[in-house]
């Protein structure tokens, strides 16, 4: 017989957690405390990669974010076309929350702009730049709304469509902000190119200017960094210019604001500009995470305030390691947010309940003094059942950029989905990527709806279901990855002759992964709802 008092609090937890994902999906609860929550990025150097790849990543980790994907097509633009510029802000009219976006203003356009694979922070274009993301905050009165024109998301849009390289990219990003501002809150921007991979972070002047504050720092090549809603740049030399950057304000605004004291500290960009981020666990112990899990050696302790801004994995950092990375929810550690909740099965024995899920929310957290009960503040893991969508980029210059350019794509929480290649190459993808159902409310004809019902039906008795869904999942993604080789070695030899006709082939492939990864996440939804009918 199962514990009464067990059992019950396991219902009440399940529709606590349904009640959760269903209600504040869409975001309506703002940063507790100030402090972001959102998306983690992990980025590495090209001697670190089993395959010779420099890598960026991204979870966006918003459920107000758009939930299609699409390619934009490279545009020669007549002179003196002028480019909008739009502010996203919140939109509680469609059938779920949702972003709209504002007209600000305009600037001039480029003659030219590249193709790119459009999510909703662009994710890599044709020459093979790619750019993950992560929101730290930063001090409230740094966001300068009244006069800049460029927020978060647009400057991504306008490094991707106009730039070759990530110093391209960061270079643009000086000159377009200080004329036209930024308005948005403090983000690291993680930038790659075939070559090497950055951390760009960036924050507003404060009300009443325009312009910006930022600092850049390379990732050496052997090496591998993580960004998690913490600002993580701290001492920096533009001596050394090929391992930072920075506008040229980045000492004398933190100095003029009483940030920072040149005759009592050196200079941190990180405690000048967003101290508060350095205090989030939920921030530090993914970066904790990300770390141990590539550099077990080091023995890093998971309470530290701070960890190196990036370390040398033990051994080459693969693909199928990066998933792993992004899938975790502290399994096989202390900071398993379910592994205490338990019950008393049939024979007598303390199991893990099958309810117990490590995605609840931190209310649950710190309602059952789950794993010390962090609260708001509280343990906060990489994996998140409200990721919109995924990406692990590959740049490679071994390659040409139709084929050298790969993102892995994932939908909604990626521990209950998986990676599809998009080649940057490609010319379209399937109708259900590009469908945009959230925001119109629940549809078979979307992609995400499928890993989005998948997600939140394996939440409900997670510790059984997962065991059904995570196999079928990392046999597919095992099967794309060892088919990989094969795939760019076919397009290599078409590409030889026609260049044309490899992309044709790429597109092709990755459309087939991508209609074929939707129709079995539909299928084992379905699979989960007759499997478990008589156990909830």
Known sequence: MLNQKTLTINFVLAGIILFFNSSFAGGTFDWPGGYPDGCTSVTVGKKASASNSVTTSH??????????????????????????????????????????????????????????????????????????????????????????LIDCQQLVHLMIERCKT???????????????????????????????????????????????????????????????????????????????????????VARDSGWWNPENSEFEFCYAYSPGSRQSMSTRRREWRAFDLVAPSLDLHPNS???????????????????????????GTRFDLSANLTQVNEDGETIVSPFANPFMPYDMNRLFNINGGWGWRGERQIARWYTMYATITQSREQLPDEIGGVVWLALDNVATSVYIPVYSSVIDLPESYKTPGRKNGYTRKSAWWAFNRLGTLTAQRFRDMIDDVQPEWRKIQQEMFARQDDIEAKALELYKNDPEEAIQFLNDYTN???????????????????KYDEKF
């Open 512 to 530: 087939r992964m991508g209609n074929k990864v939707v129709e079995k996440a539909w299928e084992m939804g379905d699979m989960l709802w007759t």
């Open 166 to 252: 990530a110093r391209g990219a960061i270079r643009l990003a000086d000159r377009l902000t200080k004329k036209y501002g930024y308005n948005d809150a403090g983000e690291c921007l993680t930038i790659a190119d075939t070559k090497e991979v950055w951390h760009f972070e960036i924050v507003g002047p404060g009300k009443g200017n325009k312009g910006a504050v930022w600092v850049a720092q390379r990732v050496p090549d052997g090496h591998v960094s993580v960004v998690a809603n913490g600002s993580r740049i701290r001492s920096i030399d533009l001596d050394k210019p090929d391992y930072f950057m920075a506008s040229n304000n980045v000492r004398e």
């Open 59 to 148: 979870t966006c980790d918003s459920h107000r974010t758009r939930a299609w994907i699409d390619i934009v097509g490279a545009h020669d633009y007549a002179p003196g076309t002028l480019d909008t510029m739009e502010k996203r802000t919140d939109n509680d009219s469609l059938a779920m929350p949702a972003y709209k976006q504002v007209h600000v203003g305009t600037i001039p356009q480029a003659d030219h702009t590249y193709k790119f694979i459009d999510t909703a922070y662009p994710c890599m274009n044709e020459h093979q730049l790619a750019i993950g993301e992560s929101t730290f905050g930063g001090r409230e009165t740094l966001r300068a709304e009244d006069t800049g």
């Open 305 to 331: 305030e701070n960890y190196p801004f990036s370390v040398k994995p033990d051994t080459l950092v693969t693909r199928s390691k990066l998933v792993q990375i992004f899938q975790d929810y502290y399994q």
